[in-house]
């Protein structure tokens, strides 16, 4: 299964409720039996009354999955769980998908989990059961319990590419930078390199400082994909790292410049422009990035900061004052701007700047 099946099925929790409704045509759909057939509401009234008189007289745990259904279809949900709990079959582990999923839908996960708990004893090293009880912790907000399932998973069934995504996902969530290489190690062993499994190398190697790996990573994310922004500003970072300066700012620029919608790209652009004081440049790269994303603190930061150097003293105020609000230790940059106005005989600049330093306050 790839990453974006994995991705489809964590969104579409609910397929194996086979139940929807055409509230315009007064109609609905219910699977029954494996064919799905579309009924009036009086026509599934009449479909129940039919399985209720048939199960009186000769129980079938299929006939009781499908009266549950009709339930369901028809919001009576008491006697829908009731019917579906009669037509468990613990040989058929999918019986039970279709009673949590009804749980999960109303994020009732502690039922979910405590349905799905009931067939896992007898049937321990099944993955989509495991698979179901840690995205239901993760649902409910038990990331350490969903870590646990997921590498269960990954115990019994080690070809099981979902749930290493799915663990590197609550990895990443947690910022935990070492696990995340160690789970991409694996995805990268078992299921061989990807677009993705190489970018993220490239990233968690750069932030953490092993250069050597992360410009393997980086150099093989770029060969594999060259149209992503990302892999190119990494490739550029570990190489400023390294000190090849030269090659470094031509990766960034160039990259900036063929990517002027990228956040990331323009902001260590505007980072490299303002470090050779380049304050024109700069103020460009950091505007583009901005553009994309007003609450980026370090584009807000860059932009002010440059616009200050080439005296658009007045243009920097909303710029300072945004960057203040994202983080309120920015105001001592916005301090410092207002006493250099002090120093350099701009009073009435000083006093905007002062003035507007009061609204970090608000």
């Given at each position: 299964?790839?990453?974006?099946?994995?991705?489809?099925?964590?969104?579409k929790?609910a397929?194996?409720?086979?139940?929807?409704?055409?509230?315009l045509?007064?109609?609905?759909?219910?699977n029954?039996?494996?064919?799905?057939?579309?009924?009036?509401?009086?026509?599934?009234?009449?479909?129940?009354?039919?399985?209720?008189?048939?199960?009186?007289?000769?129980?079938?745990?299929?006939?009781?999955?499908?009266?549950?259904?009709?339930?369901?279809?028809?919001?009576?949900?008491?006697?829908?769980?009731?019917?579906?709990?009669?037509?468990?079959?613990?040989?058929?582990?999918?019986t039970?998908?279709?009673?949590?999923?009804?749980?999960?839908?109303?994020?009732?996960?502690?039922?979910e989990?405590?349905?799905?708990?009931?067939?896992?004893?007898?049937?321990?090293?099944?993955?989509?059961i495991?698979?179901?009880?840690?995205?239901?912790?993760?649902?409910?907000?038990?990331?350490?319990?969903?870590?646990?399932?997921?590498?269960?998973?990954?115990?019994?069934?080690?070809?099981?590419?979902?749930?290493?995504?799915s663990?590197?996902?609550?990895?990443?969530?947690?910022?935990?930078?070492?696990?995340?290489?160690?789970v991409?190690?694996?995805?990268?062993?078992?299921?061989?390199?990807?677009?993705?499994?190489?970018?993220?190398?490239?990233?968690?190697?750069?932030?953490?400082?092993?250069?050597?790996?992360?410009?393997?990573?980086?150099?093989?994310?770029?060969?594999?994909?060259?149209?992503?922004?990302?892999?190119?500003?990494?490739?550029?970072?570990?190489?400023?790292?390294?000190?090849e300066?030269?090659?470094?700012?031509?990766?960034?620029?160039?990259?900036?410049?063929?990517?002027?919608?990228?956040?990331?790209?323009?902001?260590v652009?505007?980072?490299?422009?303002?470090?050779?004081?380049?304050?024109?440049?700069?103020?460009?790269?950091?505007?583009?990035?901005?553009?994309?994303?007003?609450?980026?603190?370090?584009?807000?930061?860059?932009?002010?900061?440059s616009?200050?150097?080439?005296?658009?003293?007045n243009?920097?105020?909303?710029?300072?004052?945004a960057?203040?609000?994202?983080?309120?230790?920015?105001?001592?940059?916005?301090?410092?701007?207002?006493?250099?106005?002090?120093?350099?005989?701009?009073?009435?600049l000083?006093?905007?700047?002062?003035?507007n330093?009061?609204?970090?306050?608000?």
């Amino acid at each position: 299964m790839s990453y974006q099946q994995h991705k489809a099925k964590k969104i579409k929790f609910a397929k194996n409720v086979c139940i929807s409704f055409f509230l315009l045509t007064g109609l609905l759909s219910v699977n029954l039996q494996a064919k799905t057939q579309t009924l009036s509401h009086a026509e599934a009234q009449k479909k129940i009354q039919e399985l209720e008189k048939k199960l009186k007289q000769d129980e079938s745990k299929l006939d009781w999955r499908t009266l549950g259904k009709l339930y369901l279809a028809l919001k009576n949900e008491d006697k829908a769980i009731k019917a579906l709990n009669n037509g468990l079959d613990d040989t058929k582990p999918e019986t039970y998908f279709i009673l949590s999923d009804y749980y999960k839908s109303k994020k009732q996960y502690f039922d979910e989990i405590r349905v799905l708990n009931i067939i896992l004893p007898k049937h321990p090293t099944n993955a989509e059961i495991l698979l179901r009880i840690a995205q239901s912790y993760e649902s409910s907000g038990k990331n350490n319990e969903a870590m646990d399932k997921y590498k269960e998973i990954i115990k019994a069934k080690k070809d099981f590419e979902p749930a290493y995504w799915s663990l590197l996902e609550l990895y990443q969530k947690a910022n935990n930078h070492y696990e995340s290489r160690v789970v991409l190690d694996d995805i990268i062993k078992i299921f061989g390199p990807s677009q993705k499994s190489l970018a993220l190398m490239c990233k968690f190697h750069t932030i953490d400082s092993y250069y050597d790996a992360a410009k393997t990573y980086c150099q093989a994310a770029v060969s594999n994909d060259p149209k992503v922004p990302e892999n190119h500003i990494y490739l550029g970072l570990v190489l400023k790292y390294q000190n090849e300066v030269v090659k470094s700012e031509q990766i960034i620029l160039k990259t900036a410049k063929d990517n002027p919608k990228n956040e990331f790209a323009q902001q260590v652009a505007g980072q490299i422009l303002e470090e050779q004081s380049n304050w024109e440049k700069a103020k460009n790269a950091f505007s583009f990035c901005i553009s994309n994303n007003s609450k980026n603190l370090i584009c807000q930061k860059g932009i002010a900061n440059s616009m200050f150097q080439i005296g658009m003293y007045n243009e920097a105020i909303p710029h300072f004052t945004a960057a203040c609000k994202l983080d309120r230790s920015s105001i001592t940059d916005f301090k410092k701007m207002a006493t250099s106005l002090r120093l350099n005989k701009k009073e009435s600049l000083a006093a905007r700047y002062d003035e507007n330093i009061s609204k970090c306050y608000d």
